[in-house]
DNA sequence: GTCTATACAGCGATAGAC
DNA sequence: GTCTATCGCTGTATAGAC
């Protein structure tokens, strides 16, 4: 059975475990890092993380879920915030740059790169975080060109899938190089893309200083 | 030493170990498959592989330096077609379709994924790797932007890193869903916002039909 | 250049005591 | 809920025969 705590107490065993397994798949990847990585960090024994989480599948399908929830948190925050289009794109792509800050790469951005090496419980569940993006992103995407504040050519969907690929790509390059950086340009260059032109965002809040 | 053959003959040992390697390293990571496997898809043993590629890290390095040199032998035809730098943007694009239509990830990119993961020497490649790619967007961007035939807000090395990024997270994600029209949408998208839009483009070769 | 055989560390996972 | 101990397997790598 799960610890019972209340809220406000220290995170249990299980939830640190979760904690250090989402570092190292972000950082080392799901086929990087073993149960005894963990174990050394949490000063516990292999056993004991087989006490939560049976075997590495059950592990990873978790790991996906928090962090698809922690996701979909954060996406609510930005919708709640009040914000403009063009405004909540900006925030969607700070999400990435917070997760670039640890050195890390997107939880699901990795495991797309390891897809065909998981479990398929773990495959859907990455896949399902891309498409709730992608949904979400299709939303600002749509409302913006409505409102006059974005200007694209595609259609809202593929402009939607892009701007998830381009983010995604951007932090897959950047970490190499060491260099929030080159994220930050690659993004800025991304959704700039997305702006009307200089001549044409007069009648709304535009990007010029 | 090396097998002494004349070209034209078939491929060494060496180079089929290479080729089933690096189809492993682009599926399944690095970290994802094991001598044994190349050693049973060519019916050799695992020791005959140790007397080509003494380790898996000289085995990754030879990996990078052979793809990397095939890739700049595909950079040097496009240039060489003698293409606009539109023209020259969609064959660079098109490379990246005819790795994905094997159901592979770029080399480099994969191992972008488990950089922190890798030995120094092979960390070094990757890095050159993208580059080069980065160089050689460089000059077709630029070029176009001179002739009028590509239009776009930010720097030319920024604009060079979005393409680099855009398409390679392009590909991370089109291969959960196994689908090339997701990258072809993506990528097609990602090169529509280098057009000069449809109004600016009359006076030189320009997307209308 | 490829083989058999093997060394040795690491892996995920389980049994059973406490 | 965590431990010790261990299992069976796979990993990279090497020695030495042919």
Chains 1, 2 share one sequence.
Not at 150 to 164: K, W
Request: proline letters at 3%.
């Amino acid at each position: 059975m799960a610890p019972r705590r209340m809220r406000g107490e220290d995170a249990g065993t299980a939830s640190r475990i979760l904690d250090v397994a989402e570092q190292l798949v972000q950082v080392r990847g799901f086929n990087g890092f073993s149960y005894a990585d963990i174990a050394a960090e949490l000063h516990i024994t292999k056993a004991a993380l087989h006490y939560h989480f049976a075997s590495k599948a059950d592990l990873g399908e978790a790991l996906i879920s928090r962090y698809a929830s922690r996701f979909a948190s954060a996406l609510a925050g930005i919708d709640a915030s009040g914000a403009t289009s063009r405004a909540r794109l900006a925030a969607y792509a700070d999400l990435y740059v917070q997760v670039l800050r640890d050195r890390r790469m997107c939880l699901c951005g990795m495991l797309a790169a390891e897809y065909q090496t998981l479990p398929q419980p773990m495959r859907d569940a990455v896949v399902s975080f891309f498409d709730r993006n992608e949904s979400w992103l299709e939303v600002v995407l749509g409302q913006g060109r409505e409102d006059g504040s974005l200007r694209f050519a595609g259609s809202v969907r593929d402009t939607a899938r892009m701007v998830v690929s381009g983010l995604e790509g951007a932090m897959l390059i950047a970490r190499p190089y060491g260099d929030i950086a080159r994220f930050e340009a690659a993004a800025a260059n991304l959704l700039l893309g997305l702006e009307p032109a200089a001549d044409e965002a007069l009648a709304s809040p535009g990007p010029a200083a």
